[in-house]
């Protein structure tokens, strides 16, 4: 059980496009879905909280313009990348939790890489 | 704030070599805490969590134990094998979000 996915594992976009990655919680009600982003040879980065319903809590630093998440459902949560530049190429990873748990389930991690 | 303070790497071991990677952390309450795998190509995997304070998580011959006196969680195996290669991280959770370590590469050799 727990498990969370993601969509679509790798993506390669031009400089300028908007790309849309989503979260899935498969097996189980995720009312808390994190989005972070991982730098080549550094630990992941927390970049926004999101709890279904409400509007995402980023955090400093994070241009909450550039990532817009959503988390309509307590199954799906999205972050799309808006007008990406290179800079953005990262890894991002998605987790999940359900109420009272102080555990998180990751998802598989999305590639994003703009040219 | 939570921090996460991992031994950095990268770290080379032999076949059968004892492993240990260093983790102390700062929080506030009583966090959980975890160690993460991210084999080559692939998403973190959780490895082992410990809840409370003297608990100890193990799996796959990894074990780590939870020690509030130094605020360490220690991963340690006896007996490293070629395919343990791969980066971990040190993580704790409070109830709102999740603090990693760096994480620290290993490469195991036959």
């Known amino acids: 059980g727990a498990v969370v996915s993601q969509h679509p594992s790798r993506v390669i976009c031009k400089s300028g496009t908007s790309v849309k990655i989503e979260c899935r919680s498969l097996d189980f009600q995720a009312t808390t879905m994190f989005w972070y982003r991982q730098f080549p040879k550094q630990s992941l980065m927390l970049m926004a909280t999101s709890n279904e319903g409400s509007k995402a809590t980023y955090e400093q630093g994070v241009e909450k313009d550039k990532f817009l998440i959503n988390h309509a459902s307590l199954t799906l949560s999205t972050l799309t990348v808006t007008s990406a530049h290179p800079e953005d190429s990262s890894f991002y990873i998605c987790s999940a939790e359900t109420s009272g748990q102080n555990e998180q389930f990751f998802g598989p991690g999305t590639r994003l890489t703009v040219l | 704030g939570d921090s996460v303070t991992q031994m950095e790497g990268p770290v080379t071991l032999s076949e059968e070599a004892f492993l240990t990677i260093n983790c102390t952390y700062t929080a506030t309450g009583y966090p959980s805490l975890f160690w993460y795998v991210q084999y080559p190509g692939e998403g973190l995997q959780l490895l082992l969590k410990a809840t409370k304070a003297d608990d100890k998580g193990s799996n796959k011959g990894f074990e780590a134990t939870y020690r509030k006196e130094t605020t360490s969680f220690h991963l340690e195996k006896g007996s490293v094998q070629v395919s343990d290669s791969a980066v971990y991280f040190c993580?704790?959770?409070?109830?709102?979000?999740?603090?990693f370590g760096a994480g620290t590469r290993l490469t195991v050799k036959p």
């Open positions: 993580a704790l959770s409070g109830w709102n979000d999740m603090r």
